[in-house]
């Protein structure tokens, strides 16, 4: 799996959520590989996008389409800043990698010097679903330099709210601080979803 993400500052909301409704009623029909995104506005708006699609090679040959190249420049045109992308062929999926039925997304970007222990914590599933059963499953897509970005679905922000209020293991405690000691957090409290 290959996942792209898109970020930037966008006051026009509708606007933006529109042109995705559009891009996903014209456009993704003759997107080779493309498996689906989650997509949601914080409280300061930001707007971010993560965009699953089979392999990098598909993402790029959907970028030459015309048609996609001409729907960019109406996005770009949306947004208040600059968009950021960043790709990530290394993707880890946590109990599948989420669902369409989350009421809340948590998106969590920073950067670790040892991406494989990240890796293996979202493996181990079993202690974390017993500890947490509002996390619906996430995505991990870490760049080259170790850099991540983290999507984890929740039940409902309430739940996600109370979950987070739970000591986990000691161990597992320090990991998580360490990795996550300089990370972003994005909160999605309207997220929407698309799948091929």
Same mark, same amino acid.
């Given at each position: 799996?290959?996942?792209?993400?898109?970020?930037?500052?966008?006051?026009?909301?509708?606007?933006?959520?529109?042109?995705?409704?559009?891009?996903?009623?014209?456009?993704?029909?003759?997107?080779?590989?493309?498996?689906?995104?989650?997509?949601?506005?914080?409280?300061?708006?930001?707007?971010?996008?993560?965009?699953?699609?089979? +392999?990098?090679? +598909?993402?790029?040959?959907?970028?030459?389409?015309?048609?996609?190249?001409?729907?960019?420049?109406?996005?770009?045109?949306?947004?208040?800043?600059?968009?950021?992308?960043?790709?990530?062929?290394?993707?880890?999926?946590?109990?599948?990698?989420? +669902?369409?039925?989350?009421?809340?997304?948590?998106?969590?970007?920073?950067?670790?010097? !040892?991406?494989?222990?990240?890796?293996?914590?979202?493996?181990?599933?079993?202690?974390?679903?017993?500890? %947490?059963?509002?996390?619906?499953?996430?995505?991990?897509?870490?760049?080259?330099?170790?850099?991540?970005?983290?999507?984890?679905?929740?039940?409902?922000?309430?739940?996600?709210?109370?979950?987070?209020?739970?000591?986990?293991?000691?161990?597992? %405690?320090?990991?998580?601080?360490?990795?996550?000691? !300089?990370?972003?957090?994005?909160?999605?409290?309207?997220?929407?979803?698309?799948?091929?």
């Amino acid at each position: 799996m290959f996942i792209q993400i898109i970020q930037g500052k966008c006051t026009k909301q509708d606007e933006l959520h529109a042109l995705a409704d559009r891009w996903r009623s014209d456009l993704s029909p003759g997107a080779t590989g493309w498996l689906g995104g989650t997509y949601g506005f914080t409280d300061d708006d930001t707007f971010v996008g993560v965009v699953r699609f089979d +392999s990098r090679e +598909s993402a790029m040959a959907n970028s030459q389409r015309p048609e996609q190249s001409a729907w960019a420049e109406e996005f770009a045109a949306c947004m208040d800043a600059p968009i950021t992308f960043h790709d990530c062929d290394d993707v880890t999926l946590m109990m599948d990698g989420g +669902s369409d039925d989350a009421g809340f997304v948590q998106i969590i970007r920073g950067k670790v010097d !040892d991406p494989s222990a990240l890796k293996a914590m979202m493996a181990d599933t079993t202690m974390l679903h017993e500890m %947490r059963p509002e996390i619906l499953g996430a995505t991990l897509a870490i760049e080259d330099d170790g850099t991540f970005t983290e999507t984890v679905a929740f039940t409902s922000e309430a739940a996600a709210r109370d979950g987070e209020r739970q000591e986990p293991p000691e161990d597992v %405690r320090r990991s998580l601080e360490t990795m996550m000691a !300089d990370a972003t957090f994005y909160d999605l409290h309207h997220p929407w979803f698309e799948t091929a």
